[in-house]
Structure formats: C-alpha cells, structure tokens
C-alpha cells in the first residue's frame, strides 16, 4: 500500500515536498486555500493597463539549485533569463553611475576584483570590506548574535560602502535593513553565492511569475498527485497515532503525515490551541514579518538600457525595468513603452503611507536619477505586508525544524529552519528537508505497516 500525505499550501514549499515525495512513490493531496499554486509568487490583470502584472518583482541567483529542480520538473525553467556573471549597475540620486561588475574572473575572484573597482568609494572601504568577505566565506568571522550592522561595526567598516554595498545586499538578499538582519544568515547566503562559478549570477523570469508554475497542475495530476484548491485547513486534529485536517466545510482528511507548508501565522491559527504551549511551538509568537512596497509604472517611454538598477540615497531602491525583463503584447508596449517596477524592502516603517505620494515622490527620485522627462500614464501599487519573515539574530537560533515533535506532522515553508532567509530557494530547500524528513519516518515505522484511508 502507498503511503498518503496530505501537503496544506501550494507555495513554492508545498510544491516542493509535492514533487519530491510524489516522485518517491508516495500518494500525496495538496490543499490549497486559493484557486492556484504559487503562493507569494504570482502574477495577476491589472485591469487599468490589461497588462499582466507580479505581486513583486522576484530576483533569482544562480544558486536556486532547489527552486530551479521545481521549474526543471515543470519544463519551464527556460522562461529565466541568467546573468553570465554578477553584475549590478548602480545610480545614485546626484545621477552618479556605478558597476559591481564581477565578469573578470569566474567565482568569488571576479566579486573581489570587481569591489576593487566599484566606484564612488574609497579604497580602504573596499579593502575593509574584501576582507571582511573573505573571512565570512572562511568561517574566520564571529557572527552568533550580531545584526549585520553590528558585524559591520565590529569590523570597522566605513560608513561609503555599507551605504552603496552593505544595505543593497542586505535589503535584496533579507528583504531587512541592516540593523535588523542576522549576520549569520547573511554570511550563508555569501556562501551559498560564491560556492561555484556561476551561483553568484542574477536570475529573472522573463514571462509573469506564475507561469513558471502553472504547469504543476498538470504535471501533479500527471505522475498520480491529487490538488484541491479554494480549500481552506481550517485546524488539525491530532489524536494518537493519527493526524487528519479540518476543512472549512467541516470534512476531514486523514494521512499517514501532514507537511504544513503555509506561513507562521497561517500554521499559528491551525494548531490547535494546546499545542501553543509547547517549547518547540513556543517561539512561533516571537515571529514577526517585513514587508514590500511594489510600484509599477506604466511611462510615455523608456528611460533606461538596463534590466535594473539599485539606487542609493533614496527611498526607492531597485528600478527594475519590465520592457526589457519581460515579454508583453505588442500592442501593450505601444501604448505603454515604459514599464517600471520600483521596489522598496524591509518597508514595514513606510507601509501606510499614502500610495499615490508614495509613488510621485519615487517617481521624481528615478526621472532625476536618470535625467528622463518621462511621463506617467499609470501606475499601481502592492504592498506585501508580510512578504517574508524577520531573520533577526534571536529568531535566526529558533527557527522552527521540518520534523515537528507531534507524531505524523512535519514543517516546511521559508520561515522554518533551512539557514537561508526567506526566498524561493529556502522556500524549496524547506520543502525538500520535510519530504526528507517525512521519508525517513516512513523507513524508521515500516514495520508499523499501518496505511491510513481518506
Ligand atoms: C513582494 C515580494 C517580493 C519577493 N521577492 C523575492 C525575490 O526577489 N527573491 C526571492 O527569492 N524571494 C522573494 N520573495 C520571497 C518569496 O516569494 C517567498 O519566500 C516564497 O514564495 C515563500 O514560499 P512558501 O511556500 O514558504 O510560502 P507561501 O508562498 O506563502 O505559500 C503558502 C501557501 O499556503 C496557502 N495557505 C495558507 N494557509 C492555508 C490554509 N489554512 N489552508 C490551505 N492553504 C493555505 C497560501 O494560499 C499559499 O498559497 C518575495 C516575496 C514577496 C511577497
């Protein structure tokens, strides 16, 4: 008899643990609460323009290789488009132009020979901070319970480059501000980057988010996978020896393990309440959320050659330039042949702001950074409240393990304990730990030979 497991959400960590238990043999049901996979990547109409639009702009590097193995299954990984190496162009808001331009040699030599050159800082920044990465990619660094603006003070990194480097990479890779972020799991994601020749390379979709994963459906159905969808986990029933799930109509599913793969919240509101107590379930209170401010604007013209740009100095941090990234009808781009995403991280300080001020002040920040007289013709704004968790020292040591003291149900999902921040590559990595997990409980119990039915 197949073994059954029920996944509860169908976001980039469902879909993973989805795939890697159903390619096991196991018999696997995902619910899902809203009618499409994808989670916190997805696309929608924006019914002004007619143009198809992301929740936010998401940046890939070539060290996906988890998130990758999903668009692999899918057959759409072709839809990325890959940096041959680390490049990010830089604008400051006096219009000062800047490369981080790592294409002179393969790997972590071609970053280093690449912050020797970066402009607009002094050289002993740059040494400052060449060995401080260095050390970090050595193991050679304290980090255990230092923000990363603290690391940065420790080792008496100078104010230029962690205004133009530090705080970039910290907001793009931790969606935090420097004095919130654990430098621990900003030392991982240095690793993690700068393990191989190309991982460091940036990664963009170039066709709407959501059609990268689309195609799960089918595939799923295809190899013997069951998706429920508009089907909200009301709680979890754990009695001993069993697990089932709770739906909102009141049915109830049962399984030989459950793989919760939604947000901390979201799990927080399906445990049931005697669990909360619990030393492992403890700290999930102590979790908090970042959020994202995404602006997109449709403009008269183009204003710029590059695929995106971080900018210094101003609220708006990363312009990323949609007519060059993505694909779009004709006839869209001749009604709008400008198409921004603005992006602002770790905006948890400025997320009620009125949005229409919010975008005209950004909006002047980019015209005069790129000297264009662009008009706007229309614009939209996303505000992610809680687009990823707070990776903050403290919290770095108490993320929550796939494998869950309570028999049968297991954790995954980006907040939960995989050594990344939350992105799409820890959310995979998160859900490739559960089905490991969960495949290792079946082997320790197969002579408990027990199947559960539906
Ligand atoms: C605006 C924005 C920009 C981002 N930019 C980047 C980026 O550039 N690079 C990057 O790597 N990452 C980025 N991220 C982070 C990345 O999107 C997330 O880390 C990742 O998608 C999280 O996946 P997940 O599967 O852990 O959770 P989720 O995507 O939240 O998936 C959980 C799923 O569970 C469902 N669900 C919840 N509760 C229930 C329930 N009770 N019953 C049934 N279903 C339920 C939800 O509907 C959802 O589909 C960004 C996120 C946002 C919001």
Request: hydrophobic fraction near 45%; glycine fraction near 6%.
């Amino acid at each position: 008899m197949k073994k059954k497991v029920i996944i509860i959400g169908a976001g980039i960590a469902g879909i993973a643990s989805a795939i890697e238990l159903a390619q096991k043999g196991v018999e696997v049901t995902v619910i899902e609460r809203r009618a499409f996979p994808g989670g916190r990547m997805y696309s929608f109409m924006d019914n002004d323009t007619d143009e198809l639009i992301d929740n936010g702009q998401h940046l890939m590097a070539g060290a996906y290789i988890h998130f990758f193995n999903i668009l692999k299954n899918l057959n759409t990984f072709h839809l990325l488009e890959f940096q041959k190496s680390l490049k990010v162009p830089f604008i400051d808001k006096d219009c000062n132009k800047s490369l981080l331009d790592s294409s002179a040699f393969p790997g972590k030599a071609g970053f280093l020979y690449g912050l020797l050159r970066f402009s607009g800082i002094s050289f002993n920044s740059k040494i400052s901070t060449i060995k401080l990465i260095r050390n970090l990619l050595n193991d050679n660094v304290e980090c255990e319970g230092l923000t990363v603006a603290q690391l940065l003070v420790v080792n008496h990194i100078p104010k230029d480059i962690t205004e133009r480097f530090w705080e970039p990479l910290c907001l793009a890779a931790m969606n935090l501000n420097i004095k919130d972020a654990a430098a621990q799991l900003l030392a991982n994601v240095l690793k993690r980057l700068f393990q191989k020749g190309r991982t460091s390379a940036l990664a963009f979709s170039k066709a709407p988010l959501s059609n990268l994963i689309e195609p799960f459906n089918k595939w799923f159905l295809n190899i013997g996978g069951k998706v429920i969808y508009k089907t909200n986990v009301k709680e979890l029933q754990i009695e001993e020896n069993r697990i089932s799930v709770i739906l909102d109509n009141n049915d109830i599913l049962t399984a030989d393990a459950v793989i919760s793969a939604i947000p901390y919240h979201a799990f927080m509101k399906i445990l049931p309440e005697k669990y909360h107590d619990y030393l492992f379930f403890k700290t999930l209170k102590d979790y908090k959320s970042s959020s994202i401010i995404s602006m997109y604007l449709w403009l008269d013209k183009n204003i710029s050659e590059n695929n995106f740009t971080g900018m210094i100095g101003t609220k708006t941090q990363w312009v990323f330039n949609r007519r060059n990234i993505c694909e779009a009808d004709k006839s869209i781009i001749e009604k709008y042949p400008g198409h921004l995403t603005l992006t602002i991280s770790g905006a948890n300080d400025i997320i009620d702001s009125e949005q229409e001020t919010l975008v005209m002040e950004c909006f002047k920040e980019v015209k005069t950074a790129f000297k264009s007289d662009a008009n706007l013709l229309a614009w939209k704004v996303i505000k992610e409240k809680r687009a990823t968790f707070i990776a903050s020292p403290g919290m770095e040591e108490t993320r929550l393990s796939q494998q869950t003291p309570i028999d049968k149900l297991f954790l995954a999902g980006d907040w939960t304990a995989t050594g990344l921040p939350a992105t799409l590559e820890g959310a995979a990595f998160s859900g490739v730990l559960a089905a490991e997990s969960v495949i290792n409980y079946f082997e320790e119990n197969k002579n408990n030979n027990m199947t559960t039915k539906y």
